[in-house]
């Protein structure tokens, strides 16, 4: 029972274009939302995060959307860069801030 | 650097046998999560602890155990080793067990089981 999806494996942007990655949920318990980067050999790294109460949070190049009533959250990246590239995992708690994650989308910038 | 540090960092070792993973979360922070990434695999939760106790299990076999020190820092042992449990472990920790905090990763420990 696959809690976060990200139904995506992989996706390719050109460099200064916009990367949109998304995430489904199905626990509606769910009050937190995270996403994480991470470059090969190396944990993942905290990017930016939601909480339930808001449906977007901004921070740079970074912003994340809330849909509570489709379960959806994207990330959006403007401009995209090539150190960009790497694995970007959606992450979501309930209460008891256990994180679900979901497998993981490839974002791969092109110069 | 996130702060949370792992050892070892690489480990090759057989069947049958055990190891001890290593923690120490970032300064100030209480609670200490293992995670489990296979090959394919998101990261898999293993089990948190907070100042000391166990705060959440999840799929952690029974092979395997952890525990969380005085001076917070944590061991995730696993025991017999299969084949199956190669991966990269991960741990990570908060400065509290409620949602709503940020979680940051160490760098992980590759376990490689031969």
């Known amino acids: 029972d696959q809690q976060v999806k990200q139904n995506s494996p992989s996706l390719s942007v050109q460099e200064g274009r916009i990367s949109i990655l998304n995430c489904d949920y199905t626990n509606s318990m769910f009050d937190y939302f995270l996403w994480y980067k991470k470059y090969p050999a190396e944990g993942p790294t905290f990017l930016i995060s939601?909480?339930?109460?808001?449906d977007k949070n901004e921070d740079g190049r970074f912003t994340v959307f809330l849909n509570k009533s489709a379960k959806h959250l994207s990330l959006h990246i403007v401009p995209s860069q090539p150190g960009d590239s790497a694995v970007y995992f959606c992450?979501?708690?309930?209460?008891?801030?256990?994180?679900?994650f979901g497998k993981g989308t490839k974002l791969s910038v092109i110069p | 650097d996130s702060g949370v540090t792992q050892t070892p960092k690489h480990l090759i070792t057989a069947t049958g046998q055990r190891v001890t993973l290593r923690c120490s979360p970032r300064?100030?922070?209480?609670?200490v999560y293992w995670y489990q990434q296979s090959l394919d695999q998101g990261l898999q939760f293993l089990i948190q602890?907070?100042?000391?106790?166990?705060?959440a299990k999840g799929n952690i076999l029974e092979r395997f155990s952890a525990q969380q020190f005085p001076d917070l820092h944590s061991e995730l042992n696993l025991s017999p080793l299969e084949l199956g449990d190669s991966a990269l472990y991960f741990c990570a920790s908060s400065r509290t067990a409620d949602s709503g905090n940020t979680i940051y990763f160490g760098e992980g420990s590759w376990l490689t089981v031969v």
């Open positions: 602890y907070y100042n000391g106790e166990e705060r």
């Open positions: 939601i909480s339930s109460i808001k």
């Open positions: 300064s100030g922070d209480l609670s």
């Open positions: 992450a979501a708690s309930a209460g008891s801030y256990q994180l679900t």
